[in-house]
């Protein structure tokens, strides 16, 4: 599994507010394509993992927004695995235009079963470094 990656959005019109920023609720949505734009890129599948009966689920969420995203503005969205436990997966995701740090997010996901109950992470998602 990747420790980090890098995915390109571009900020479209319907996702900005009145103002013309980048709405906050929708740097949850660009975290969610981080997410699983890095497990594409490490060789998973999200839609396999559930087909197997694990589901990984937001636990928690901090978001620190420090300068708007516009209309049209290039991004990118750097996600970073910072810790793997049994049944945890803790990301941090920085929010980059050109040099510029728009925003920083730490999230917790946990792994449940179909049950919703707490169950380990996949060992394919643990890095050999964990």
């Not at 695995?81 to 997966?89: C, E, L, P, W, Y």
């Not at 990301?91 to 740090?101: F, I, K, T």
């Amino acid at each position: 599994m990747l420790k980090e990656h890098e995915t390109e959005i571009r900020v479209r019109y319907q996702e900005t507010d009145a103002m013309g920023y980048l709405h906050h609720a929708n740097y949850f949505t660009y975290f969610e394509v981080g997410r699983t734009e890095m497990l594409r890129a490490s060789g998973g599948d999200y839609r396999k993992m559930e087909a197997d009966g694990v589901f990984i689920v937001v636990a928690k969420a901090e978001c620190r927004f420090r300068r708007p995203a516009r209309y049209d503005d290039l991004l990118k969205i750097r996600t970073t695995i910072v810790r793997v436990t049994r049944a945890r997966i803790e990301h941090e995701y920085r929010v980059l235009r050109d040099d510029q740090e728009l925003a920083v997010a730490q999230l917790t996901l946990a792994a449940v079963d179909r049950q919703g109950r707490p169950c380990r992470v996949p060992e394919w998602m643990h890095s050999s470094e964990d």
